[in-house]
Protein backbone atom coordinates (compact mmCIF):
# COMPACT_ATOMS: atom_id res chain seq x y z
CA UNK A 1 0.00 0.00 0.00
CA UNK A 2 1.25 3.44 -1.16
CA UNK A 3 2.07 6.02 1.52
CA UNK A 4 -1.02 8.22 0.39
CA UNK A 5 -3.37 4.83 0.93
CA UNK A 6 -1.88 4.32 4.03
CA UNK A 7 -2.60 7.99 5.04
CA UNK A 8 -6.20 7.62 3.95
CA UNK A 9 -7.41 4.79 6.32
CA UNK A 10 -8.00 5.14 9.76
CA UNK A 11 -5.49 2.90 11.32
CA UNK A 12 -7.38 2.98 15.17
CA UNK A 13 -9.77 0.48 13.08
CA UNK A 14 -7.00 -1.91 13.92
CA UNK A 15 -7.21 -1.92 17.06
CA UNK A 16 -10.58 -2.97 16.90
CA UNK A 17 -9.85 -5.56 14.86
CA UNK A 18 -7.66 -6.69 16.90
CA UNK A 19 -10.39 -7.35 19.24
CA UNK A 20 -13.13 -8.53 16.93
CA UNK A 21 -10.44 -11.41 15.41
CA UNK A 22 -10.31 -12.32 19.30
CA UNK A 23 -13.37 -12.42 20.46
CA UNK A 24 -15.44 -13.98 17.17
CA UNK A 25 -18.61 -12.30 18.32
CA UNK A 26 -19.79 -8.15 17.97
CA UNK A 27 -21.19 -7.53 20.95
CA UNK A 28 -18.29 -9.29 23.06
CA UNK A 29 -16.00 -7.09 21.13
CA UNK A 30 -18.14 -4.15 21.41
CA UNK A 31 -18.08 -4.95 25.66
CA UNK A 32 -14.42 -4.99 25.65
CA UNK A 33 -13.86 -1.69 23.66
CA UNK A 34 -16.77 0.23 25.52
CA UNK A 35 -18.82 0.73 22.47
CA UNK A 36 -22.12 0.19 21.01
CA UNK A 37 -22.97 -2.50 18.89
CA UNK A 38 -24.04 -0.64 16.28
CA UNK A 39 -20.80 1.32 16.37
CA UNK A 40 -18.82 -1.64 15.80
CA UNK A 41 -20.61 -2.97 13.17
CA UNK A 42 -20.22 0.14 11.61
CA UNK A 43 -16.56 0.07 12.03
CA UNK A 44 -16.51 -3.82 10.98
CA UNK A 45 -18.29 -2.96 7.35
CA UNK A 46 -15.42 -0.03 6.86
CA UNK A 47 -12.92 -2.59 7.63
CA UNK A 48 -14.32 -4.78 5.69
CA UNK A 49 -14.52 -2.27 3.21
CA UNK A 50 -10.57 -1.57 3.16
CA UNK A 51 -9.50 -4.72 3.11
CA UNK A 52 -11.67 -6.22 0.86
CA UNK A 53 -12.42 -9.49 2.78
CA UNK A 54 -15.47 -9.92 5.20
CA UNK A 55 -13.43 -11.27 7.97
CA UNK A 56 -16.00 -11.92 10.57
CA UNK A 57 -18.95 -14.99 8.81
CA UNK A 58 -21.70 -15.76 10.51
CA UNK A 59 -22.00 -19.13 11.35
CA UNK A 60 -25.10 -20.11 13.63
CA UNK A 61 -25.39 -17.90 17.02
CA UNK A 62 -21.53 -16.42 16.14
CA UNK A 63 -18.84 -15.95 13.83
CA UNK A 64 -15.53 -17.51 12.11
CA UNK A 65 -12.58 -15.74 10.63
CA UNK A 66 -12.39 -16.18 6.93
CA UNK A 67 -8.79 -17.22 5.56
CA UNK A 68 -8.05 -13.82 5.20
CA UNK A 69 -8.77 -13.13 8.78
CA UNK A 70 -6.83 -15.67 10.31
CA UNK A 71 -3.44 -14.63 7.78
CA UNK A 72 -3.68 -11.23 9.51
CA UNK A 73 -4.75 -11.75 13.05
CA UNK A 74 -0.95 -12.64 14.12
CA UNK A 75 0.26 -9.90 11.82
CA UNK A 76 -1.77 -6.99 13.52
CA UNK A 77 -1.12 -8.46 16.95
CA UNK A 78 2.93 -8.10 16.07
CA UNK A 79 2.49 -4.71 14.43
CA UNK A 80 0.03 -3.18 17.81
CA UNK A 81 3.37 -4.97 20.20
CA UNK A 82 5.28 -2.93 18.06
CA UNK A 83 3.89 0.35 18.45
CA UNK A 84 3.26 -0.04 21.86
CA UNK A 85 7.17 -0.44 22.36
CA UNK A 86 7.64 2.49 20.58
CA UNK A 87 5.55 4.37 22.67
CA UNK A 88 6.36 3.16 26.43
CA UNK A 89 9.70 2.41 25.99
CA UNK A 90 10.88 0.12 28.44
CA UNK A 91 13.78 1.00 31.09
CA UNK A 92 16.80 0.41 29.67
CA UNK A 93 18.81 -1.94 31.29
CA UNK A 94 23.24 -1.96 31.01
CA UNK A 95 23.55 -5.12 32.46
CA UNK A 96 21.36 -6.88 29.56
CA UNK A 97 22.38 -4.62 26.83
CA UNK A 98 24.51 -6.00 23.96
CA UNK A 99 26.66 -3.65 21.56
CA UNK A 100 29.50 -1.57 20.97
CA UNK A 101 30.07 2.26 21.47
CA UNK A 102 32.70 4.38 19.40
CA UNK A 103 34.78 7.12 20.54
CA UNK A 104 37.14 9.26 18.18
CA UNK A 105 38.85 11.99 20.80
CA UNK A 106 42.02 13.25 20.87
CA UNK A 107 45.15 11.33 23.02
CA UNK A 108 44.89 13.35 25.69
CA UNK A 109 40.88 12.91 26.83
CA UNK A 110 42.12 8.93 25.84
CA UNK A 111 44.79 8.93 28.54
CA UNK A 112 42.96 10.64 31.24
CA UNK A 113 39.56 9.38 31.30
CA UNK A 114 39.04 5.53 29.21
CA UNK A 115 40.69 3.54 32.02
CA UNK A 116 37.57 4.59 34.49
CA UNK A 117 35.33 4.40 31.66
CA UNK A 118 36.15 1.00 30.84
CA UNK A 119 35.81 0.39 34.18
CA UNK A 120 32.59 1.91 34.77
CA UNK A 121 31.42 -0.07 31.35
CA UNK A 122 32.02 -3.45 32.96
CA UNK A 123 30.65 -3.21 35.68
CA UNK A 124 27.31 -1.86 34.53
CA UNK A 125 27.40 -3.08 31.03
CA UNK A 126 29.67 -6.12 30.40
CA UNK A 127 28.45 -7.33 27.23
CA UNK A 128 28.42 -3.64 25.59
CA UNK A 129 32.24 -2.95 23.81
CA UNK A 130 34.05 0.13 24.02
CA UNK A 131 36.20 1.05 20.28
CA UNK A 132 37.93 4.37 20.30
CA UNK A 133 39.82 6.02 17.21
CA UNK A 134 42.37 8.50 17.41
CA UNK A 135 41.33 11.92 16.25
CA UNK A 136 41.02 12.13 12.62
CA UNK A 137 40.45 14.97 10.11
CA UNK A 138 37.59 13.76 8.96
CA UNK A 139 36.25 12.99 12.21
CA UNK A 140 32.77 15.46 12.33
CA UNK A 141 32.20 13.26 8.55
CA UNK A 142 32.44 9.86 10.23
CA UNK A 143 30.02 11.19 12.67
CA UNK A 144 27.44 12.37 10.31
CA UNK A 145 27.97 9.02 8.66
CA UNK A 146 27.32 7.08 11.84
CA UNK A 147 30.81 5.34 11.60
CA UNK A 148 31.15 6.51 14.80
CA UNK A 149 28.99 7.50 18.06
CA UNK A 150 30.73 10.17 19.90
CA UNK A 151 33.33 12.75 19.10
CA UNK A 152 35.36 14.50 21.76
CA UNK A 153 36.74 17.57 20.62
CA UNK A 154 36.92 21.46 20.99
CA UNK A 155 35.46 22.32 17.75
CA UNK A 156 32.80 24.68 19.00
CA UNK A 157 31.91 25.78 15.81
CA UNK A 158 32.15 22.88 12.96
CA UNK A 159 29.84 21.13 15.17
CA UNK A 160 27.26 23.99 15.98
CA UNK A 161 24.07 22.72 14.32
CA UNK A 162 20.94 21.45 14.97
CA UNK A 163 22.01 18.30 14.16
CA UNK A 164 24.31 17.52 17.11
CA UNK A 165 23.79 17.59 20.54
CA UNK A 166 26.58 18.25 23.23
CA UNK A 167 27.64 18.78 26.56
CA UNK A 168 30.46 20.56 27.70
CA UNK A 169 33.43 17.79 29.49
CA UNK A 170 36.31 19.17 30.46
CA UNK A 171 38.26 23.07 30.55
CA UNK A 172 41.89 22.17 30.22
CA UNK A 173 44.66 25.30 31.39
CA UNK A 174 48.09 24.78 30.38
CA UNK A 175 51.53 24.14 32.62
CA UNK A 176 55.14 24.39 31.20
CA UNK A 177 56.64 20.72 31.92
CA UNK A 178 60.49 19.84 31.63
CA UNK A 179 62.96 17.51 32.89
CA UNK A 180 63.15 16.92 36.04
CA UNK A 181 67.22 17.31 35.68
CA UNK A 182 66.62 20.24 33.52
CA UNK A 183 68.85 23.47 34.08
CA UNK A 184 65.86 25.04 34.58
CA UNK A 185 63.67 22.61 36.37
CA UNK A 186 64.76 24.49 40.18
CA UNK A 187 64.79 27.75 38.86
CA UNK A 188 62.01 30.73 38.21
CA UNK A 189 61.26 31.18 34.28
CA UNK A 190 60.06 33.80 33.01
CA UNK A 191 58.25 35.32 29.84
CA UNK A 192 62.15 35.96 28.12
CA UNK A 193 63.52 32.23 29.21
CA UNK A 194 60.02 30.76 28.41
CA UNK A 195 60.62 32.34 24.86
CA UNK A 196 64.30 31.28 24.58
CA UNK A 197 63.46 27.23 25.57
CA UNK A 198 63.87 24.83 23.07
CA UNK A 199 60.05 23.53 22.30
CA UNK A 200 58.14 20.53 21.72
CA UNK A 201 54.15 20.47 21.07
CA UNK A 202 51.70 18.15 20.45
CA UNK A 203 49.81 17.97 17.32
CA UNK A 204 47.09 16.15 15.05
CA UNK A 205 48.20 17.17 12.45
CA UNK A 206 52.17 17.54 12.47
CA UNK A 207 52.05 21.28 11.77
CA UNK A 208 50.40 24.76 12.03
CA UNK A 209 50.90 27.31 14.66
CA UNK A 210 49.79 26.39 18.38
CA UNK A 211 47.70 28.73 20.69
CA UNK A 212 50.53 29.38 22.15
CA UNK A 213 52.43 30.61 19.52
CA UNK A 214 49.63 33.17 18.83
CA UNK A 215 49.49 34.39 22.40
CA UNK A 216 53.26 34.75 21.91
CA UNK A 217 53.07 36.70 19.02
CA UNK A 218 50.89 39.22 21.02
CA UNK A 219 52.92 40.11 23.34
CA UNK A 220 55.84 40.56 20.53
CA UNK A 221 57.55 37.30 21.27
CA UNK A 222 58.24 33.71 19.29
CA UNK A 223 59.45 30.48 20.45
CA UNK A 224 61.28 27.54 18.23
CA UNK A 225 59.50 24.47 17.90
CA UNK A 226 62.10 22.09 17.24
CA UNK A 227 59.60 18.78 17.62
CA UNK A 228 56.15 17.95 16.53
CA UNK A 229 54.77 14.70 18.14
CA UNK A 230 50.80 13.40 17.85
CA UNK A 231 50.43 12.03 20.97
CA UNK A 232 51.01 13.75 25.06
CA UNK A 233 52.93 10.35 26.07
CA UNK A 234 55.30 10.49 23.50
CA UNK A 235 55.57 13.95 24.30
CA UNK A 236 56.10 13.00 27.90
CA UNK A 237 58.63 10.55 27.38
CA UNK A 238 60.37 12.96 25.30
CA UNK A 239 60.12 15.76 27.55
CA UNK A 240 61.80 13.83 30.37
CA UNK A 241 65.15 12.65 28.91
CA UNK A 242 65.50 15.78 26.91
CA UNK A 243 65.67 19.59 27.43
CA UNK A 244 62.92 20.32 25.30
CA UNK A 245 59.87 22.41 27.21
CA UNK A 246 56.58 21.21 26.32
CA UNK A 247 53.44 22.73 27.34
CA UNK A 248 50.71 20.85 28.40
CA UNK A 249 46.82 20.83 29.88
CA UNK A 250 47.67 20.54 33.72
CA UNK A 251 44.98 17.46 34.10
CA UNK A 252 47.68 15.02 32.17
CA UNK A 253 50.58 16.02 33.59
CA UNK A 254 49.50 16.12 37.04
CA UNK A 255 48.13 12.56 36.28
CA UNK A 256 51.36 11.31 34.85
CA UNK A 257 53.54 13.04 36.83
CA UNK A 258 54.82 9.56 38.97
CA UNK A 259 55.28 7.78 36.01
CA UNK A 260 57.40 10.24 33.83
CA UNK A 261 60.56 12.23 35.37
CA UNK A 262 59.26 15.71 34.60
CA UNK A 263 58.37 18.43 36.55
CA UNK A 264 55.68 20.84 36.15
CA UNK A 265 55.90 24.66 36.34
CA UNK A 266 53.66 27.65 35.45
CA UNK A 267 53.87 29.08 32.33
CA UNK A 268 54.71 32.68 32.52
CA UNK A 269 52.16 34.10 29.67
CA UNK A 270 48.31 34.47 30.21
CA UNK A 271 46.86 31.80 27.53
CA UNK A 272 43.26 30.97 27.34
CA UNK A 273 41.72 27.36 28.42
CA UNK A 274 40.38 25.40 26.24
CA UNK A 275 37.10 23.66 26.30
CA UNK A 276 36.62 19.90 25.48
CA UNK A 277 33.06 18.81 24.25
CA UNK A 278 31.04 15.31 23.43
CA UNK A 279 29.03 15.47 20.64
CA UNK A 280 26.69 13.35 19.17
CA UNK A 281 24.19 13.00 16.48
CA UNK A 282 20.43 14.10 16.04
CA UNK A 283 19.58 10.21 15.05
CA UNK A 284 21.05 8.65 18.21
CA UNK A 285 19.75 11.27 20.82
CA UNK A 286 16.77 9.44 22.21
CA UNK A 287 18.70 5.62 21.81
CA UNK A 288 18.36 4.29 25.62
CA UNK A 289 21.97 3.00 25.06
CA UNK A 290 23.32 6.08 23.86
CA UNK A 291 21.62 7.95 26.69
CA UNK A 292 22.66 6.09 29.31
CA UNK A 293 26.84 5.82 27.65
CA UNK A 294 26.62 9.92 27.88
CA UNK A 295 25.45 9.82 31.73
CA UNK A 296 28.04 7.36 32.38
CA UNK A 297 30.42 9.16 30.60
CA UNK A 298 30.09 12.32 32.11
CA UNK A 299 30.05 11.09 35.72
CA UNK A 300 33.22 8.79 34.87
CA UNK A 301 35.06 12.36 33.81
CA UNK A 302 34.05 13.60 36.93
CA UNK A 303 34.82 10.92 38.47
CA UNK A 304 38.78 10.92 37.21
CA UNK A 305 39.03 14.83 37.76
CA UNK A 306 38.13 14.35 41.00
CA UNK A 307 40.80 11.14 41.51
CA UNK A 308 43.70 13.01 40.25
CA UNK A 309 43.17 16.22 41.77
CA UNK A 310 43.34 14.75 45.48
CA UNK A 311 45.97 12.09 44.39
CA UNK A 312 48.06 15.28 43.43
CA UNK A 313 47.05 16.86 46.70
CA UNK A 314 48.29 13.75 48.61
CA UNK A 315 51.60 13.74 46.73
CA UNK A 316 51.90 17.61 48.11
Known amino acids: MQLENIRAQD ?4 VLLDVLLDEKHISNAAERLYMSQPAVSRSLQRLRDMLNDPLLVRVGNGYQLTERA ?11 ADFSCMLHTEAF ?4 AKGEMRIMSMDLEMSLFVPNLWQDMQQ ?6 LRTFNMRSDGIDLLEQGEIDFFISDERKSLDNTKYHSFHLIQHDFVLVLAADHPLANK ?5 KYAKLPHGIVTVTGKGKGFIDTALNKVGKKRKVNLF ?6 ALDICSRTELAFSMPRLVVEKELQRYDVVMKEIPLKLPTLDIYLYWHERQHQVPMHR ?10 EQTREQIRSQRKSEK
Not at 124 to 129: E, F, G, I
Not at 293 to 301: A, D, I, P
Request: charged share 25%; net charge negative.
Open 124 to 129: QAPDVN
Open 292 to 301: WFRTLMRESF
Open 93 to 96: DPHK
Open 70 to 80: IELQPRIKSWL
Open 188 to 192: TIDLD
Open 229 to 234: VPTFHQ
Open 11 to 14: LNLL
